[in-house]
């Protein structure tokens, strides 16, 4: 079969890269996580106290890009490529409630968006990539053979994320997690650059009331006919 791009976007905790993960190791694509990259430089910002919750120095952070690099090393043990900032593994750091409260508010800058873009364009430039985010179908990979766009309820998503915290051992409350996930929504879909949309030829998958399996095999039906309809 030819390789294809697969862009898979949408709102937060809706298991994006979970079954994007599935979908790569399945085919043998590259998968690259493009909100793990977003949480980098959030990370990188807390850091360095250019973000908390009082101060945003955007101008400290756009000065600071290029001393930023980021990079995917596989690890075997657990089956997928985990995130590294200059050289250190931040791969749990990033994903805490912390984190959450301010990736979005990083992401509307659009020096930021401009340097992730070429980063993450360079990745899939040979294509047999599956890529998750925000924009991917829209702004990274226009012209991807398969675009998705993953949705749920809010407080669907909420549940899950919610679970996946206090499993990690993390002290959070749900209606932490669901106000979370309602600002990023807001912030997300009415940011001036690259706004959360739905590329006008994406297939919309709601998996408020699909399990892990049925969305997977859902996903796997659409690559099988978007590969055999370009062959």
């Known amino acids: 079969m030819k390789k294809i791009t697969i862009a898979i976007d949408g709102f937060s905790s809706t298991g994006k890269s979970t079954v994007a ?13 493009s ?50 900032l200059n050289g250190t593994n931040i791969e749990n750091d990033i994903r805490t409630l912390e984190v959450s409260n301010f990736v979005s508010k990083v992401a509307e800058i659009s020096e930021v968006r401009q340097l992730l873009v070429k980063q993450q364009q360079k990745l899939g430039k040979d294509k047999g990539v599956v890529m998750d985010g925000r924009d991917i179908g829209t702004v990274v990979f226009p012209d991807a053979e398969l675009k998705l766009f993953m949705t749920a309820s809010a407080e669907t998503r909420a549940e899950r994320r919610y679970s996946e915290l206090i499993e ?33 030829d994406a297939i919309e998958i709601d998996n408020s009331n699909m399990s892990l399996q049925e969305q997977f095999d859902k996903i796997l039906q659409l690559v099988n006919i978007t590969q055999e309809s370009i062959e």
């Open 21 to 33: 993960k599935q979908i790569a190791k399945h085919l043998g694509y590259v998968y690259v996580d």
């Open 35 to 84: 909100g793990a990259m977003y949480r980098a430089v959030t990370y990188y910002a807390m850091q360095q106290g250019i973000i908390d919750s009082n101060h945003f120095n955007v101008d400290g952070l756009v000065a600071n890009l290029d001393d930023i690099k980021i990079s995917f090393k596989f690890n075997n043990s657990l089956g997928f490529a985990e995130v590294y």
């Open 168 to 200: 990690r051992g993390d002290a959070v409350t749900y209606e932490a997690v669901l106000k979370n996930v309602q600002e990023r929504d807001y912030i997300d879909s009415n940011r001036e650059d690259s706004p959360l949309v739905i590329a006008e």
